[in-house]
């Protein structure tokens, strides 16, 4: 499958990287426009997504990287070639919320309730993502059938994509896609409720982003691997226990947003 979508000679504009850039661009614009309901100063915010987003590539990859060590360490120049692929979101997600402590801490943001605008921008940036790694390839589940792609009734570009190094593969990056969907849209729906306390949009994120995470790479056939886990889903179950703690500590002390917060 071709990932390019058009060649200058002297530069190749690629559909991962469109995806990704479309990504970056719908999760600033969310994060932007919630963010601004709550007043917080433009300044602070233009710079924390700013810096949050290219701390963000630079953990995913150097993640990326730490776990296939052992083809990096003998094509040093690839760990920059980020276009070909190579993104863990949740390397990605790891150093961004470093960066996000410090910079919430420094400048006296409550960081619950900037995580709660923060994940409803990072779930869809996910599910919009994902596709970039359709068109590069990754992400990909077992061996199948033509006839067995057939039947999920997909497109026929999808079932053309999925024929990956002579086989045909499980489109684990669809699943992935449409419940990140699936989980944008619950968050929309949950940001109304008139009762919702500072956290619990963020526990609900780590919680069913861990869940689907954990199940989907279970299917995945390319996954990173700490000798014999697969990473994804023991970061998966730290999520899901984070959630967990946050969900009960946010229901029992934290503040009910006003109304006027969404």
């Not at 003998?74 to 910079?103: D, Q, R, S, T, V």
């Not at 993502?129 to 999808?158: D, H, V, Y």
């Not at 994804?232 to 009960?248: D, E, H, K, T, W």
Request: net charge positive; aromatic share 16%.
């Amino acid at each position: 499958m071709d990932n390019i979508i058009f060649d200058l000679g002297f530069i190749q504009i690629k559909w991962y990287s469109l995806f990704i850039l479309l990504a970056m661009l719908t999760a600033s614009f969310l994060i932007y426009k919630e963010a601004k309901k709550k007043h917080i100063n433009e300044e602070i915010l233009i710079n924390l997504i700013f810096y949050g987003i290219i701390i963000g590539i630079i953990g995913a990859r150097l993640y990326y990287v730490v776990f296939n060590f052992n083809y990096y360490i003998n094509n040093l120049l690839e760990i920059f070639m980020m276009w070909k692929g190579g993104l863990a979101i949740h390397g990605g997600i790891i150093a961004a919320l470093i960066f996000l402590i410090i910079y919430c801490k420094k400048n006296k943001i409550n960081i619950m309730l900037l995580l709660d605008i923060i994940v409803i921008g990072l779930i869809i940036a996910q599910a919009i993502g994902r596709w970039g790694n359709f068109f590069n390839q990754e992400a990909f589940g077992r061996i199948t059938s033509f006839e067995n792609l057939q039947k999920l009734k997909l497109p026929n570009f999808i079932i053309n994509g999925m024929f990956i190094n002579g086989y045909y593969r499980e489109p684990t990056f669809l699943l992935e896609s449409f419940f990140s969907t699936i989980g944008f849209i619950i968050l929309i729906v949950l940001r109304k409720i008139k009762k919702l306390k500072v956290g619990q949009l963020s526990s609900f994120y780590l919680i069913w982003y861990g869940i689907i995470r954990f199940i989907i790479e279970s299917l995945r056939s390319d996954s990173l691997m700490l000798f014999n886990f697969k990473v994804a889903q023991l970061v998966s179950l730290l999520f899901i226990f984070a959630g967990i703690f946050i969900l009960i500590i946010s229901t029992k002390k934290n503040k009910i947003y006003q109304k006027e917060t969404f």
